[in-house]
Every structure is written in structure tokens, then in C-alpha cells.
């Protein structure tokens, strides 16, 4: 139940890009998975502020414990949407 509203939450303050995000990683951690491997390029496709949100998620969720993400790659300008996006939509 706290999980489901944690995702309320954050879903409030995301786009939909993002928001679809997060709810593949929230399905994954109660499916006992990891991440998508193409997480990285997923997450460059965000706007930064969008990018953050999203990285705070997954660190709340008890995923990238052992990650270190830089601030500039954290910050920098959205990159181009990965071809399968739409798939994890």
C-alpha cells in the first residue's frame, strides 16, 4: 500500500514519458527484477527535472544503491527517445 502511494505521488509531478518510467520499474521490483538494461538510455530520453524524479524513484525503491550517476549527465538536456520506447509504454 505505501509503495502504491509513493507512485501516486511521483506520478502527480511526472510526464507521461516518465510516469511510464516508473511504472515499469515499480512492476519490476514486485516481479523480483531488475532494471530494463536499456534503463540508462530510457532515463536520457527525460527532461532533467523529469530525469531526477525518476532516479529518486528508483533509489527509494532500493534500486541503483551501488549506482553513481553524474550530476552533469543527470542535468544535461534530454536525449532522443530509444527506438523501443513506445514498447514500455
Known amino acids: 500500500m505505501m509503495l502504491q ?4 505521488a511521483v506520478a502527480q509531478a511526472l510526464s507521461p ?7 515499469d520499474a515499480t512492476a ?12 540508462p538510455v530510457r532515463l ?24 553513481v550517476m553524474p550530476l552533469d549527465w543527470i542535468l544535461s538536456p534530454a536525449g532522443p527517445a530509444p527506438d523501443n520506447a513506445k514498447a514500455h509504454e
Open 44 to 67: 536520457q530520453a527525460l527532461p532533467p527535472d523529469q530525469r531526477l524524479l525518476a532516479i529518486v524513484h528508483l533509489r527509494r525503491a532500493g534500486y541503483l544503491s551501488d549506482v
Open 17 to 23: 514519458a516518465a510516469v511510464a518510467f516508473v511504472e
Open 28 to 39: 519490476r521490483l514486485i516481479a523480483g527484477e531488475e532494471l530494463a538494461p536499456d534503463f
Open 5 to 8: 502511494a509513493l507512485v501516486l
